[in-house]
Nanobody, 128 residues
Framework: QIWLTESGGGPVQAGGSLRLSCAAS??????????MGWYRQAPGLKRGGVAL????????WYTDPVKGRFTISVDNAKHAMSLQMNSLKPEDTAMYYC???????????????????WGQGTQVTVSS
């Protein structure tokens, strides 16, 4: 069983920064080449991908609204993932979720149904 735990959310003013962390447990040594990512969901909206990273290749993907402001990173040794969020905007307000796929071959999918383990989420609230 894999467990994901997010932390680092909270209230922040527009233009500020937050760093979200995702701690993973249950990864065996053979659990490699999976994709990990951050998704977010605002009230009344669908959950959508924010940033993804391949633990195998290190390749990343960002949704257009966060490009240049957010940076995803992963520490494979610690089974941890982070999302550095700078220049935050009110529209970034959402519940942020950490997720992971099974080990896979190929680029990371942006489809949330490819991610089979999810954390409980951490709330980010950006005030103007």
């Amino acid at each position: 069983q894999i467990w994901l735990t997010e932390s680092g959310g909270g209230p922040v003013q527009a233009g500020g920064s937050l760093r979200l962390s995702c701690a993973a447990s249950g990864f065996s040594n053979t659990y490699r080449d999976n994709c990990m990512g951050w998704y977010r969901q605002a009230p009344g909206l669908k959950r959508g991908g924010v940033a993804l990273i391949s633990r195998g290749s290190g390749s990343t993907w960002y949704t257009d609204p966060v490009k240049g402001r957010f940076t995803i990173s992963v520490d494979n040794a610690k089974h941890a993932m982070s999302l550095q969020m700078n220049s935050l905007k009110p529209e970034d307000t959402a519940m942020y979720y950490c997720a992971t796929t099974p080990p896979l071959i190929g680029p990371c999918s942006t489809m949330s149904n490819e991610y089979n383990y999810w954390g409980q989420g951490t709330q980010v609230t950006v005030s103007s």
